[in-house]
């Protein structure tokens, strides 16, 4: 197991994401992190060269980084290539965090030889993202340390009937599949869905939107309202 690993047990890791571009988008970003240091979390997910570079100075919190790319289809990757992987290392980030699902890159590898080759690349923690069953035992299989139901429902394979809630059967077929550390990770909004993740096998869980996201946060609640309207 990596050396993270028990750091992580039964732990909140917190996805600190800004999505604006504001002048203030670091300083907000450094007030969530500190937040959420404050709050008891095991560890932080970070996006991005510069703002790991930047986070890395504000805490000794285990980072969990990776850099935002795009496939042909225009859907997000993350972490596009290998020179991307270095870079985070680097700049500071303890574990990089890759796309191993079996889309295609740009490069023309699928996430699984991707992942493959920069395992036998880079000694240290690799997190892998996956979607579905199958891709997070293959992870498995060329070397994850950890594996994250991150992209569950937003592939074209995995596509979500309720994207408020998260994949509790992936959750619980990877956690009893595996050896290595399942992170529950996408569509988590409350401290049930939290707590309910964990009693499905989970090693921690990652928090994003719920968190640090305030906008998406006030759109949750107002979307929540909306059957009152109808009674009348």
Not at 76 to 93: K, Q, R
Not at 139 to 158: P, Q
Not at 166 to 174: A, M, R, S
Request: with cysteine; hydrophobic share 40%; net charge negative.
């Amino acid at each position: 197991m990596s050396e993270f690993g028990e750091q992580f047990r039964q732990g909140i890791i917190v996805s600190c994401h800004i999505a604006t571009e504001e002048e203030s988008k670091l300083e907000i970003l450094k007030y969530f992190v500190k937040a959420a240091e404050r709050g008891g979390a095991k560890a932080l997910r970070i996006e991005g060269l510069g703002n790991v570079t930047e986070i890395r100075k504000l805490t000794r919190l285990p980072l969990v980084c990776f850099i935002k790319g795009v496939y042909p289809d225009g859907s997000e990757l993350i972490t596009p290539n290998y020179d991307d992987i270095e870079s985070l290392f680097s700049a500071g980030a303890d574990i990089v965090a890759i796309d191993a699902t079996k889309r295609k890159r740009p490069v023309g590898d699928d996430g699984f030889l991707f992942f493959e080759e920069a395992r036998n690349r880079f000694s240290k923690p690799l997190w892998a993202d996956v979607a579905a069953f199958r891709e997070g035992v293959r992870a498995a299989e060329v070397g994850a340390n950890f594996i994250a139901t991150t992209l569950a429902g937003h592939t074209a394979t995995s596509a979500a009937s309720d994207y408020r809630t998260p994949d509790y059967e992936l959750i619980h077929e990877l956690s009893a599949s595996l050896t290595i550390p399942v992170i529950a990770e996408g569509r988590i909004w409350t401290t049930d869905e939290a707590v309910r993740a964990l009693s499905c096998g989970a090693y921690a869980v990652v928090v994003g939107s719920a968190i640090t996201r305030p906008d998406v946060i006030t759109k949750v609640f107002v979307e929540s309202f909306k059957h009152l309207d109808a009674r009348g």
